[in-house]
């Protein structure tokens, strides 16, 4: 009988012991630190990101547009390696909203399905990218000039420098602080699929696009010369 009560009493003690540890965690975790784990659960959550300034025009003397951005969004697969979705099943799910897009391998995780895309096709787009996280929207910029070779040898060219155009000669270069702008910053909540959640995402710093700048020769006085010599 004694042997029986002093395993009781262990047991008990034992009881009392983890209770007292379990209610102590609850309360380091519930009040004392809580307020850390928030937070280093937040930062796992939030992400920030840059949103690009709209490169500004070059003009001639009279104001005709000589130079100018053209903004495009591609659709694209990455990383399409987990819970049984394959590429091709993706694909063929695209297909059925764009019909014409193409395929072209870029790595071993990312595929290229169409460029591009109309305002139409992104929100049909939507539901198919609710079911299917690897499927993403980029934009992409390209930079347009008038066709003429005279016009085009005093505006210069631009590069992508991490998403963003920066003229490497001609005008480009000269007025590229002007041109450039300077980017925005947003913040976003991100549920454990990556994905927005919505309703979270808030501007931390406004975006201000670049500015027009004009030239001193007109377009017609350009290529007049040019023809004559």
């Not at 897009?101 to 109309?118: P, Y």
């Not at 450039?180 to 994905?195: A, I, K, Q």
């Amino acid at each position: 009988m004694k042997l029986f009560e002093r395993r009781l009493i262990s047991l008990l003690i034992l009881l009392l012991v983890w209770s007292a540890c379990a209610s102590g965690a609850l309360l380091y975790y519930s009040v004392y630190a809580r307020g850390r784990y928030l937070e280093a659960g937040q930062r796992l959550a939030l992400r920030r990101g840059d949103f690009q300034a709209t490169r500004g025009r070059i003009l001639d003397r009279n104001g005709v547009s000589l130079a100018w951005s053209e903004r495009y969004f591609d659709l694209y697969i990455l990383q399409a390696k987990s819970g049984g979705v394959t590429p091709e099943l993706i694909i063929k799910a695209v297909r059925d909203v764009v019909p014409d897009c193409e395929v072209a391998v870029i790595s071993k995780t990312s595929w290229l399905l169409k460029t591009a895309l109309t305002p139409s096709q992104i929100l049909n787009m939507e539901p198919l990218m609710r079911s299917y996280p690897e499927l993403t929207i980029q934009a992409r910029t390209e930079r347009r000039t008038v066709d003429y070779l005279e016009i085009k040898h005093e505006i210069g060219e631009t590069v992508d420098g991490n998403g963003v155009l920066v003229g490497i000669s001609g005008a480009e270069l000269t007025h590229n602080s002007q041109l450039s702008g300077v980017p925005g910053t947003y913040e976003v909540m991100l549920d454990r699929r990556r994905n927005w959640i919505p309703g979270t995402w808030r501007l931390v710093k406004p975006v201000v696009p670049g500015r027009d700048v004009k030239l001193e020769f007109s377009i017609a006085e350009l290529i007049t010369t040019d023809s004559d010599q």
